[in-house]
């Protein structure tokens, strides 16, 4: 049985987040960005991974909020945009 099987028709929520978990994680790989930008991006992921194993409905929260981060969505200014001293 391959890796995706269990994933190809996702009913629970945690088949749902894992599905999604596994495309932030194939996006992230896939992105033409430095090794040190990859690796803060994956290090995000591994701590969503983290809250999923307690609480599946935050998980799925802030992978929201990662998925729209990495589309261009997030409604979140970056750093650039900030005034000095915050």
């Known amino acids: 049985?391959?890796?995706?099987?269990?994933?190809?028709?996702?009913?629970?929520?945690?088949?749902?987040?894992?599905?999604?978990?596994?495309?932030?994680?194939?996006?992230?790989?896939?992105?033409?960005?430095p090794q040190e930008e990859k690796a803060r991006l994956t290090r995000r992921l591994l701590s969503i991974c983290d809250v999923a194993k307690r609480d599946i409905a935050h998980a799925a929260d802030r992978l929201d909020v990662f998925i729209a981060y990495l589309d261009g969505r997030s409604d979140t200014p970056s750093r650039r945009n900030l005034p000095p001293g915050d």
């Open 1 to 33: 049985m391959a890796a995706d099987d269990r994933l190809s028709e996702a009913q629970t929520p945690e088949d749902r987040l894992a599905r999604r978990l596994r495309d932030a994680h194939r996006h992230v790989r896939a992105l033409a960005l």
